[in-house]
């Protein structure tokens, strides 16, 4: 990809780094900046060299505190940066002296507060990375993200490597983001929150993580961007190989304002958002639900052009929403083949309304054959290229005995099928008990680990399938 | 309201009966039917006479089994009638000859098999009822449940009473919805699930229910009507003093022709049901989570005609992603008055980023102090209508000590101001660690009990709150 070239890629440093100094580390404020980045560097294990710096020397948790950069045994890879906005400029020139040149700042106080001081401020930084070609994450943000080096500083959750890359300028935002596709069993290669993005901009990242082999799909949070069509030109090349899912913050004109004060940028209207992801084959998203949604899709679904879904429904009632909602949501809910049905016909119990598609399925849940017998009908049936199946959640608040949990069954049916099409689960387990919301919760891990996206109501999974659809037609336009 | 004269609403003993008789209660199959019908009667502490009924005579749980109607010692209140199709239009006859007018048919193989013996089974209903006035309720549905009368035959939840009424053509989303809402602390006084509604339809049910005292908010699903116009006229009708929420099931191509298997009936196109909608002040949703949303709303919130919302959210992004969600969804975002604003400068900590409306609320939840004021400040807010906090679930996801919980204080502050606008609370607890979906599902249930409309996600919030805002306006128009 030879527009790659025209960004700063050399960032391994920022994810991978054998020693880090972390600048501002205070023993008086444990739980702020610098000492608490400290400290879950060490919880999360990282294997490094870390040199704690203040002035006033001293140390803690058994690590020496040094003066000042020029006092430490080598030059490290890396640099935490939790010191008043005053000060930066004056440590950007000393790394840069020592031959440092990956640098996180966490440090708040520029461009974002709106004041002629804080727009100066964030010049100097600008102008002292020039100069020097440092490589700076910020200001203003939670810095780099990588579990398999065991840089996870971010809070309570180390996470684990995995298909996702993320690019996003909120902190807060990539930790539920990443808590969320974890907790499904879906890990993150590495992420970054940058900020203000003063020096190192989105489309660096991005030229970064296309070419990071371990990195599948590539998760961002945009508040704003400086150069839309450099960003436009180089999306639209990385689509070409992997799907880049897009939450863009500020797209109303309430937010816009909000995130002025937020990363200091401007946001632009929605519609010139929406313009840029049908050229560049993003898909565009509106909440971290429906982000994670379509991460999952993409994470574990193979491609498919098409958009014709079987339901596989409980119930009447629920067959007609679920064929409501699909349809809603831009889906084709198509008639099954003859053959298929007249297969159907032979296998599924009489008791029960055979609509076909949605197909009731409530009965054939109970019996892991008829299930996997359904699902090979179907697989087969030309006429269909997704699959979504509703899964009941066994309960007794029918006329009927406990049913059997058959989602082991489910996960080897869909596993041992050699021409599997596209397929998720829905699990209405919303609002319930409190003993309903945490099987539902169960079962979804259940069953993602076991390569089955699962979406907790039939609205998601059917908004989930529809960016899979919409992103893989983009491709192979 | 003159228009309910025109329907049947005679139809207490159908939610209120004093002496209930079975038909078709079998000890082969305790499971279904007849018997699964008695079981749970008796399970939920039915306190009136039950006659099962068998020609084959002998005894039940204690109970003896009559062979026939005639043979009974009183002519009950109600029936619910649990034979194959064949021997209904007998039964009905049965019925009629002593005195017992309120029927509930469970049986199916009716006109929703759609062959020209289903459809003559139904006429002879029809017929039959017209002829004897009897109020049938079915066939082919799960009949009427009544908590505050320990009507609650229908399965696993023995729910309570409270001010929604249902209407559905579905029993198994009317389980669902009950379910849900009963969850979040608001009950159903009645509902009823009328399958084909041959004899008894949606109009008469709603006559009904228009002038229960108890029935504050009517939720209907519907699959179909007969007499729209009449529909119309009655529900614009109604919509004056209570709210009606319609789940429409059969809005797309697909599942109309599931409609007809189901409850054999034609479903009308998604246009005209739009349209119905706008004119008769009927809050029409898409989904069984937007509809208990929006029932939940409609039971706890006052009155608004404004939909200029306030959001306190926690984090930067967030923030921005929330005023952008409520934006989407048709609610204004303005900026907080002047006044407003002073007031929020004077409490709030300089530390973070305020930008007035979203307000980055992330450590105001940790003093309730702050958060009761910046509630009464807002209330006191002209340019705010209506306001949503984000309701953190404490949880050491960023670089803080454990957060207090101060959901008490919170539900406190709203209960306590005697100007306070409608409020609604959102907990962002799905896709995390099992703990934290269970710990959501805990407050959402607290702040219902506490009187604040709580849901799993902004954008279920803002809809909820549209849903609000168009009623009124709608009802003051």
Redesign the interface.
């Known amino acids: 990809m030879n527009l790659i070239k025209n960004y700063q890629t050399d960032l391994d440093k920022l994810f991978k780094p054998q020693s880090i100094a972390i600048f501002g580390v205070s023993i008086s404020g444990l739980?702020?900046g610098g000492a608490?980045f400290l400290r879950?560097l060490l919880e999360s294990k990282y294997t490094g060299k870390i040199y704690p710096i203040n002035p006033k020397g001293g140390e803690i948790y058994g690590l020496k505190i040094y003066p000042d950069i020029h006092s430490l045994p080598e030059s490290p890879d890396f640099a935490i940066v939790c010191v008043g906005a005053a000060r930066v400029p004056h440590i950007l020139q000393d790394c840069a002296a020592t031959g440092l040149k990956h640098i996180h700042l966490l440090t708040s106080g520029f461009s974002?507060l709106g004041t002629p001081e804080g727009i100066e401020l964030e010049n100097q930084i600008i102008t002292i990375s020039r100069e020097n070609e440092l490589k700076v994450v910020g200001p203003n943000c939670m810095g780099t993200y990588c579990p398999s080096s065991h840089l996870t500083a971010?809070?309570?959750?180390p996470g684990f490597s995995g298909p996702i890359g993320i690019i996003?300028?909120?902190?807060?935002?990539t930790?539920?983001l990443t808590?969320?596709?974890c907790?499904?069993g879906i890990g993150v290669e590495k992420a970054v929150s940058f900020g203000n993005g003063a020096v190192l901009k989105a489309h660096d990242y991005l030229a970064f993580m296309a070419e990071d082999k371990k990195i599948k799909v590539i998760a961002m949070?945009l508040?704003s961007i400086k150069d839309g069509s450099g960003l436009l030109q180089l999306v639209k090349a990385i689509s070409q190989t992997k799907p880049v899912v897009l939450?863009k913050?500020?797209?109303?004109?309430?937010?816009a304002?909000?995130?002025t004060?937020?990363?200091g940028s401007l946001a632009g209207n929605l519609s010139i958002w929406r313009a840029f992801a049908l050229q560049a084959g993003v898909t565009l998203v509106?909440?971290?639900?429906e982000w994670?949604d379509a991460l999952v899709a993409f994470s574990l679904l193979p491609e498919t052009l098409g958009k014709k879904v079987f339901i596989g429904s409980?119930?009447?009632?629920?067959?007609?929403?679920?064929?409501?909602?699909?349809?809603?949501e831009g889906l084709?809910?198509?008639k099954l083949a003859e053959k298929t049905m007249n297969l159907l016909r032979e296998v599924v119990p009489a008791v029960g309304?055979?609509?076909?598609?949605?197909l009731d399925m409530f009965r054939i849940y109970q019996d892991s054959t008829l299930l996997d017998g359904v699902l090979q009908f179907v697989y087969n049936d030309p006429n269909i290229d997704m699959v979504i199946v509703d899964r009941l959640i066994p309960?007794?608040?029918?006329?009927?005995?406990d049913l059997p949990d058959t989602t082991p069954e489910l996960i080897k049916s869909v596993a041992n099928s050699k021409n599997h099409k596209p397929t998720v689960a829905t699990l209405?387990s919303?609002?319930?008990?409190?003993g309903?919301?945490?099987e539902?919760?169960?079962l979804?891990?259940q069953l993602c680990l076991g390569g089955i996206p699962a979406y907790?109501?039939?609205?998601r999974a059917a908004r989930a399938l529809m960016h899979l659809h919409r992103y893989y037609s983009w491709k192979r336009r």
Chains 1, 2 share one sequence.
């Open positions: 739980n702020m608490s879950k974002e971010w809070g309570a959750i996003s300028q909120s902190g807060g935002i930790q539920r808590e969320y596709i907790s499904l949070y508040e939450l913050g500020g797209k109303s004109e309430a937010s304002s909000t995130v004060s937020h990363t509106n909440s971290i639900n994670a409980g119930g009447g009632g629920n067959s007609v929403i679920y064929g409501d909602v699909c349809t809603s084709d809910v198509p309304s055979i609509a076909g598609n949605p309960r007794n608040i029918y006329h009927l005995p209405d919303d609002g319930g008990e409190r309903l919301s945490d539902g919760t169960r979804r891990q907790p109501s039939i609205t």
